[in-house]
């Protein structure tokens, strides 16, 4: 992603970033020099780099893929507004891991199911800080544990008690 912009002084300035493949490691170069960026989250990407201007207060935002640029308060792309990237909050990952755990004694289903929330609802909500969402995706998918363990169980003993007549 490539990007333009001019201070106050009327000094144009360039910045670009780039994530490089199969690694967590942003590249960020502004002017003609390259800042190595890390995520600050080991399961997706989640950087805000500052950049200072004459004038210019300028945030490269990175969520995942997907790289904006925020100057002077100000969303380039949408108009939007500016937000720290906030961090993702301790308890998330604690539903993260018992979801994981409870997915393991669960099998293949339960696993997938884990990880496909972690993936699509936990983070994504967690860093929009919608956490009703994540509470409500937690919840879900306990009542989809708990079916799928009763229906093994239920399975496991209607097999027991065919094997036994």
């Not at 994530?19 to 080991?42: C, E, P, Q, R, T």
Request: hydrophobic share 50%; net charge positive.
């Amino acid at each position: 992603m490539n990007w333009s912009i001019t201070d106050s002084n009327g000094t144009p300035h360039s910045i670009s970033c780039e994530l490089k493949a199969f690694s967590s490691k942003v590249h960020i170069m502004v002017d003609g020099n390259l800042y190595k960026v890390k995520s600050s989250s080991w399961w997706v990407n989640l950087i805000d780099y500052a950049i200072d201007f004459p004038g210019a207060n300028c945030h490269v935002v990175m969520v995942g893929r997907k790289a904006r640029l925020a100057v002077n308060g100000t969303y380039q792309d949408d108009g939007s507004k500016y937000e720290p990237v906030a961090g993702i909050p301790a308890w998330v990952w604690v539903l993260v891991g018992i979801s994981v755990v409870s997915g393991i004694f669960c099998g293949l289903l339960g696993i997938c199911a884990a990880v496909l929330l972690t993936t699509f609802v936990y983070i994504p909500q967690a860093m929009k800080r919608n956490y009703k969402a994540v509470v409500i995706g937690f919840v879900g998918y306990l009542v989809v544990i708990a079916l799928l363990f009763v229906l093994a169980f239920s399975m496991g003993a209607a097999m027991g008690a065919a094997g036994m007549a």
